[in-house]
């Protein structure tokens, strides 16, 4: 075997050793956004080549967001003699403060064999618009949320009501209920900033907490294709959302998710991995024959689906 060394000639500055033929796309979740309200940017690659072993695009520095990795995904063709399929890579942005900000074009440079010579490539700017002020400046001290207009003496009291009695408050129990009320408060504004901030450094915490929530926006989509009879759609859709609650909550790829991968977890009890492989083919046979299918069997499989994911949210 001949490997010949990349060429030096004109290698781009930015170059970090991608070989291949590949394309670059850049997309986020949402650009219209409040102040603090964390954005979905993904940066794709696609094509052919080393795609597990590509280094990932570089970002510049964007001083208007807060910036955190969120992860990679990574989907391969091994069909045939060219390998082929992309690579995502995935960072959580928030704005830091109001206004109209622009994620600059971002490049990528790689070695085509075929063509022998280098080549780079580029995404579209993405505009991002926030509104709004966050509850906490860039340097975490509270921001001044007291209205100037109370700094008023209409507030002084000159008369003021005859002393009553002394009462020692020490003896109510709704008095030391009432001391309590801060530490809870105190308590539970650090178990939300904990929740909030591993939301946005725990891709695996993120999945597993959000999971029922994406789970319930399928199915909220399978009920509608129910209504117009689509059931090849609704069974499509019952299938994703059960695959897709349990590859959130076992943090794995719900692309390659097969029912040997179900069957192999140890946090799934041996009924409901029987259970999951009836729903399964089910799914399986209403998709491609959705002439055998009906609405009193659709609200069935429906009902089952739900089951499903109830009994796993408690094991998994």
């Known amino acids: ?130 509104t709004g002020e966050g509850l906490v400046d860039v340097g975490g001290a509270p921001k001044n949320i007291i209205d100037a207009s109370k700094k008023s003496f209409a507030y002084i009291f000159t008369e003021f009501p005859k002393p009553v009695k002394n009462i020692d408050l020490s003896s109510r129990l709704w008095f030391w209920l009432l001391q309590g009320i801060p530490v809870i408060g105190v308590i539970a504004a650090v178990a939300v900033r904990s929740h909030y901030r591993k939301l946005l450094g725990d891709r695996s915490y993120a999945r597993r907490s959000t999971a029922a929530k994406r789970a319930k926006s399928i199915l909220k989509s399978a ?24 590859a959130d909550r076992l943090d794995l790829e719900k692309s390659g998710l097969i029912l040997d991968d179900l069957h192999a977890s140890e946090y799934i009890s041996a009924d409901i991995k029987r259970d999951l492989t009836g729903f399964i083919e089910k799914c399986q046979t209403a998709r491609f024959t959705p002439s055998s299918f009906d609405a009193l069997t659709a609200d069935g499989l429906l009902a089952e689906a739900v089951n499903l994911m109830q009994r796993l949210e408690k094991t998994i």
């Open 1 to 130: 075997m001949n490997v010949k060394s990349l060429p030096q000639n004109r290698k781009p500055a930015d170059f970090s050793g991608a070989v291949g033929a590949y394309k670059i796309r850049a997309q986020v979740d949402k650009d219209f956004v409040g102040v603090d309200e964390p954005i979905t940017l993904k940066v794709t690659l696609s094509g052919t080549g080393n795609i597990k072993s590509l280094p990932p695009v570089q970002i510049p520095e964007l001083s208007d967001f807060r910036v955190y990795e969120s992860g990679k995904t990574v989907s391969i063709n091994n069909k045939g003699r060219v390998v082929s399929g992309s690579k995502t890579f995935e960072q959580a942005i928030i704005p830091r403060t109001s206004g109209v900000f622009t994620i600059p074009s971002l490049e990528y440079s790689f070695f085509d064999p075929v063509k022998s010579a280098y080549k780079s490539i580029k995404t579209r700017p993405i505009q991002i618009t926030a």
């Open 223 to 246: 009920r509608v294709k129910k209504k117009s009879e689509d059931y090849s759609g609704f069974c499509g859709d019952l299938y994703d959302a059960v695959t897709g609650f349990i």
